[in-house]
């Protein structure tokens, strides 16, 4: 058997180890490489940081636990940003499994962190079923939909959304998601109600958003964990994105190398099983 | 009656969402709010719905004992475990509920979110062994996505873009523009536009009693 045909037949469970080494190696010896800004990002960037002090401004956690290592550093970032420019966030989430975990433990976290009072800096809605309703409700009266914020007190309790009844009084949306929703809040919120928005998404999924930030229905985006890493360094807060790009540098590497390799002994073994028949 | 009354519903609740849209909102009040609230109170009894489902499919196999019932209990197990103690009011304990301390993140946390990360991480072993095995550039077309693929995988990480940095400075931006912010809309465009149309179609054949599967009948 030649090289190429035993390169050709390589045991899947090499192909993991590799992999597996590529993905841990960096987090254990990090390379520090430099990193690019795409002008989706800066955009997503300059439209928060333009807004005025106190502008209200709504973060979404519509992602599952799955997807966290991408979309968690967003939420991340948004918040320091956010925060250090004192505007007042709302959250909320469309997804049922661990959207109001996440969205809790994100928001206790960001919020201690820039000592900030829950009900007056930050209000957290939870979850409600049917997104198509509750996204096109709350155009009308978002008490409507949410008649009490995740744990239960009357919105009309709450200080901040006293001043906010719907989408007029929110300066700009940041969705963070990891599913189709992005496509209904650009659709039902954008469309209907002009608010401006911008979103961070899985990287599978930010190749279709591009159309969206060129038609100026989005107002920037962040793609995978390159996205949250670009992020990380606009709002001058290095974290998990960043680290991991290393991880992610290597895997693409190592994909590309197999790829070429597949390649090369699929020509190099069919050319010699021609040269025989 | 039964195919009936569903057709009319759906129609009379199509058509008033579409009067909504188009009139003015003066002239029909507060319907597009009232309507969309019992959307939302629908959509909660479909999770009801859903977990009646779920516990009815797996029943049977735990109690005929099926091959692999095993699974079917431990599903079983986790619904109740994750469900019961979410619904039942804090004011019983801090453990029902589902704020932080409570049962239900306590199990978030600590299995459902690991284990939904760890499916979700396995794929970028998956994706390698695919890439060696099936990634092959038997064609022109083949070739082109092949070539495409990693300029663009090169492009999104910094090892990659710092190599296209060392060939041109304006070279990653220009795989931005024309590749992403080109080629790739282009396509994207259609796809959501074809996207759009086909549900404008089936919201369209769903009002008029033609599409009937969500009532179970084809």
């Known amino acids: ?277 | 009656m039964k195919t009936k009354l569903p057709i009319a519903i759906a129609f009379l609740s199509g058509l008033a969402m579409v009067a909504v849209f188009i009139l003015n909102p003066e002239k029909v009040g507060d319907m597009e709010g009232e309507l969309l609230q019992w959307t939302t109170v629908i959509g909660g009894f479909t999770l009801l719905l859903g977990v009646v489902s779920i516990v009815r499919v797996n029943w049977r196999p735990v109690v005929r004992r099926e091959t692999g019932w095993f699974n079917n209990a431990a599903l079983l197990l986790s619904v109740a475990v994750m469900a019961i103690p979410s619904v039942l009011p804090v004011s019983w304990s801090p453990l029902f509920g589902t704020d932080g301390g409570s049962m239900y993140d306590w199990f978030f946390i600590n299995l459902s979110a690991p284990m939904m990360a760890t499916m979700f991480a396995m794929l970028a072993f998956y994706v390698a062994s695919a890439a060696f095995r099936a990634f092959r550039a038997r064609s022109a077309e083949a070739t082109l996505l092949l070539l495409t693929a990693t300029v663009v995988m090169l492009w999104r990480v910094p090892v990659g873009e710092g190599l296209f940095v060392a060939i041109h400075s304006k070279l990653p931006n220009l795989i931005n523009t024309y590749v992403m912010g080109g080629v790739n809309v282009a396509v994207q465009r259609g796809i959501i536009i074809g996207a759009a149309l086909g549900a404008a179609a089936t919201s369209l054949r769903i009002m008029l009693g033609i599409e009937r599967t969500y009532m179970g009948k084809t």
């Not at chain 1, 401004?57 to 925060?83: K, N």
């Open chain 1, 1 to 277: 058997m030649g090289f190429w045909q035993r390169v050709s037949q390589l045991d899947r469970r090499w192909i993991y180890l590799a992999v597996a080494l590529a993905v841990i190696f960096p987090l254990l010896v990090p390379m520090k490489m430099k990193l690019g800004i795409t002008p989706e990002a800066r955009q997503l960037y300059e439209a928060i940081e333009t807004l005025p002090d106190s502008s209200v401004v709504m973060l979404t956690f519509d992602y599952y636990p799955s997807t966290v290592a991408e979309t968690r550093p967003m939420s991340i970032a948004a918040l320091h940003q956010m925060f250090r420019k004192n505007l007042k966030v709302i959250t909320m989430t469309t997804i049922p499994l661990g959207g109001p975990s996440m969205a809790d433990r994100t928001m206790k976290l960001m919020g201690d962190l820039y000592h900030k009072t829950y009900g007056v800096d930050y209000v957290n809605l939870g979850y409600k079923a049917n997104y198509t309703a509750v996204l096109l409700g709350m155009g009308s009266s978002i008490e409507s939909i949410y008649p009490s914020d995740q744990y239960g007190t009357p919105l009309a309790n709450l200080p901040l959304m006293q001043t906010v009844k719907n989408y007029d009084q929110i300066s700009f949306i940041f969705i963070v998601a990891d599913n189709g929703i992005v496509d209904n809040w650009i659709s039902i919120v954008n469309a209907q109600f002009s608010t401006p928005m911008g979103a961070g998404v899985t990287a599978v999924m930010a190749p279709k958003f591009y159309s969206y930030v060129q038609a100026k229905q989005m107002t920037g985006l962040l793609g995978g964990m390159k996205g949250a890493a670009e992020y990380e360094m606009l709002v001058n807060k290095p974290a998990m994105a960043l680290i991991g790009m290393d991880s992610q540098s290597l895997a693409h590497l190592l994909i590309i190398g197999f790829v070429i390799a597949g390649n090369v002994a699929y020509f190099a073994t069919r050319k010699k099983k021609e040269s025989k028949g």
